[in-house]
C-alpha cells in the first residue's frame, strides 16, 4: 500500500508564492514519473508540472515561468513552487506519483486547496 499526503496549500494574496509538497510512504521500491495537477470550480482536472526520475520537466503554458516543480528520490517527495500568484491559479491541486511497489501503479494526492486572492 502506497500513501501521497501533500501540504502547503493556503491563501495568498495576488503576486504571492506558496510551495508544495506531496510525500510518498509505504511500500515504495521507486518512483517514475511525479506530476502536479489542479482542478478549478467547474472545470476539468489538468497538468501543471512533471518531472520524470531523470530530472526532465513539462509545464503547463499558463505556468511557465512562475511554477518550478522538483523532486527529492531520497525522501520521496516532490515539490512545487509557485510564484508571482495569480487568481486563476486558484484551485485544488493534487501530487501525482507512479509508483513501483508490489506492482506498478498511479496514486494520487488526497489535494491541497490554492486560493489566490486579495
Known amino acids: 500500500q502506497v500513501q501521497l499526503v501533500e501540504s502547503g496549500g493556503g491563501l495568498v494574496q495576488p503576486g504571492g508564492s506558496l510551495r508544495l509538497s506531496c510525500a510518498a510512504s509505504g511500500r515504495v521500491i521507486r518512483i517514475y514519473t511525479m506530476g502536479w495537477y489542479r482542478q478549478a470550480p467547474g472545470k476539468q482536472r489538468e497538468l501543471v508540472a512533471s518531472?520524470?526520475?531523470?530530472?526532465?520537466?513539462d509545464y503547463a503554458d499558463s505556468v511557465k515561468g512562475r511554477f518550478t516543480i522538483s523532486r527529492d528520490n531520497t525522501k520521496n517527495t516532490v515539490y512545487l513552487q509557485m510564484n508571482s500568484l495569480k487568481p486563476e491559479d486558484t484551485a485544488v491541486y493534487y501530487c501525482k506519483m507512479v509508483v513501483v511497489g508490489r506492482v506498478v501503479d498511479n496514486y494520487w494526492g488526497q489535494g491541497t486547496q490554492v486560493t489566490v486572492s486579495s
Open positions: 518531472i520524470t526520475n531523470g530530472g526532465s520537466t
